[in-house]
């Protein structure tokens, strides 16, 4: 069966179904995926603190949606697996090259705490650039995952601004 021929919003994708499973009704995208990066984020922010994180830091993998739910105990992962096949194709592409971004930062930290005996220097370089480059990722999912894409938000922006304009001239 070809995982795209259902809808968000009818039948098995009903939004009392996706809903009640942690699902948003309206993108079929569960945040229960950002779970994944949240754990390294987190580790990677603690380092300065445990070096020793740093091991568990470089165990971490990029998981894509489907993976990360196939391997989950995400109570409904079935239904977030089948839900993710009718998501709208923009909100999909959108997630996806924001958390390619997201597996790219990560990765980059962890050759750069794989290359030499991590010193302080650099365990608080590491952290910096987990607050400063991969939170914003996060939170940039976060909201595609609830319907706002990027390029909606620089609109919602661009109109502010206008009505701003407009008030004042």
């Known amino acids: 069966m070809d995982m795209y021929c259902e809808e968000i919003g009818v039948g098995d994708l009903s939004p009392e179904l996706l809903t009640h499973a942690n699902i948003n009704p309206s993108t079929g995208l569960a945040t229960d995926y950002l779970n994944h990066f949240n754990e390294v984020v987190m580790l990677l922010e603690m380092l300065p603190d445990i070096p020793e994180c740093a091991e568990d830091v470089l165990a971490w993998a990029p998981a894509d949606y489907i993976t990360h739910f196939r391997a989950s105990s995400f109570s409904e992962k079935e239904l977030a697996i ?3 096949g009718a998501v709208e194709e923009r909100l999909r592409n959108a997630l ?12 980059t930290l962890q050759e750069m705490l794989s290359s030499s005996e991590p010193s302080e220097e650099l365990l608080q370089t590491v952290q910096g650039k987990a607050v400063t480059a991969i939170r914003p ?16 938000t620089f609109n919602l922006q661009e109109s502010t601004q206008a009505d701003v304009d407009a008030l004042f001239s």
């Open 137 to 152: 990722l996060l939170s940039q999912a976060g909201s595609i995952i609830h319907g706002q894409l990027p390029d909606d």
């Open 96 to 107: 996806e090259m924001c958390i390619a971004e997201i597996d790219r930062e990560v990765i």
């Open 82 to 84: 089948r839900a993710y």
